[in-house]
């Protein structure tokens, strides 16, 4: 399965591979994902969440990178449920990621 590939997938049936439906578990997923790509699929993900995201430099890791951005903008009033939103930036930025 290609990386894009899981995305769809993550996207179409969330809980076949995240069973809590949690953020924390999906980035613990796609860490793993990762890991068994021996750090190929993540490589340079960090520095293009900075830019994607309009952050300068920062010592936060690309979770929490993340985390921050949908947790100030629900705090400046995003609609919706944060949990879901985290997961759906977080898909969001891999595809673009990929597709740059």
Do not use: Q
Not at 14 to 20: E, L, N, Q, S
Not at 26 to 43: H, K, Q, S
Not at 93 to 100: A, H, M, N, P, V
């Amino acid at each position: 399965m290609t990386p894009e590939e899981l995305l769809v997938r993550l996207e179409k049936y969330p809980r076949m591979y995240v069973p809590d439906g949690r953020y924390h578990t999906l980035v613990a997923f796609i860490l793993g994902y990762d890991v068994a790509l021996e750090g190929r699929f993540l490589e340079g993900f960090k520095e293009w969440c900075l830019a994607a995201l309009g952050v300068g430099e920062s010592s936060l890791n690309w979770p929490a990178l993340i985390w921050d951005d949908v947790t100030e903008r629900v705090a400046g009033g995003l609609p919706g449920d944060p949990e879901e939103e985290m997961k759906a930036e977080v898909i969001r930025l891999l595809k673009g990621f990929l597709s740059r």
